[in-house]
Each structure stands twice: as structure tokens, then as C-alpha cells.
């Protein structure tokens, strides 16, 4: 079962879920209202790469967190610094 814990004094939530590929993902920050979320991937440099991982996350999300089955899922992906493959991919 996939554990979601706060990480720190910030707002960085790590998810904890033993059966994928990678034993934790990382969500920057995770933003709910009653029946929607939005998860965001934040880096200093965003890469092509890193977009397409925030995007297999989120396919992933609702089955690794049943709680937030029944709401609207939103990701999205911020950079200080974007490459230009990451915004196409975005």
C-alpha cells in the first residue's frame, strides 16, 4: 500500500509505493480541494525527461492513491530554467 508522508518543513510530499518500478516518486507539491488535485513537479532545470516522468506518474497516480480516485487529477511541471524539448513535451 503507498504511503504518502510530508518530507521536511516545506510542502514536498514523497509517495512510497513498493510496487513500481521505482520504489518512491516525488511529487513537489500536492494541492486538494474537495474534489480536485493538482500535483506539481518542480526543478531548477527542467528537462524533456523529466515532463515525460511527471506524466507516467500521473497515469499511475489514482491507482497508487485510491483516496484521490474520485477527483479531477491535474499535473504540471515548473522549471527556473526550461529546455525547449521540455515545454514541447509539456
Same mark, same amino acid.
Given at each position: 500500500?503507498?504511503?504518502?508522508?510530508?518530507?521536511?518543513?516545506?510542502?514536498?510530499?514523497?509517495?512510497?509505493?513498493?510496487?513500481?518500478?521505482?520504489?518512491? =516518486?516525488?511529487?513537489? *507539491? %500536492?494541492?486538494?480541494?474537495? @474534489?480536485?488535485? +493538482?500535483?506539481?513537479?518542480?526543478?531548477?532545470?527542467?528537462?524533456?525527461?523529466?515532463?515525460?516522468?511527471?506524466?507516467?506518474?500521473?497515469? =499511475?497516480?489514482?491507482? *497508487? %492513491?485510491?483516496?484521490?480516485? @474520485?477527483?479531477? +487529477?491535474?499535473?504540471?511541471?515548473?522549471?527556473?530554467?526550461?529546455?525547449?524539448?521540455?515545454?514541447?513535451?509539456?
Amino acid at each position: 500500500m503507498p504511503v504518502v508522508e510530508k518530507t521536511g518543513a516545506t510542502e514536498q510530499w514523497r509517495l512510497h509505493a513498493p510496487q513500481c518500478v521505482h520504489a518512491s =516518486k516525488e511529487i513537489a *507539491l %500536492l494541492v486538494t480541494d474537495s @474534489d480536485v488535485a +493538482v500535483a506539481l513537479k518542480c526543478r531548477s532545470h527542467l528537462t524533456r525527461q523529466e515532463v515525460e516522468q511527471h506524466v507516467e506518474r500521473m497515469n =499511475k497516480f489514482k491507482r *497508487l %492513491l485510491p483516496r484521490y480516485a @474520485d477527483m479531477q +487529477v491535474h499535473g504540471a511541471v515548473a522549471g527556473m530554467v526550461v529546455d525547449e524539448e521540455a515545454i514541447e513535451a509539456a
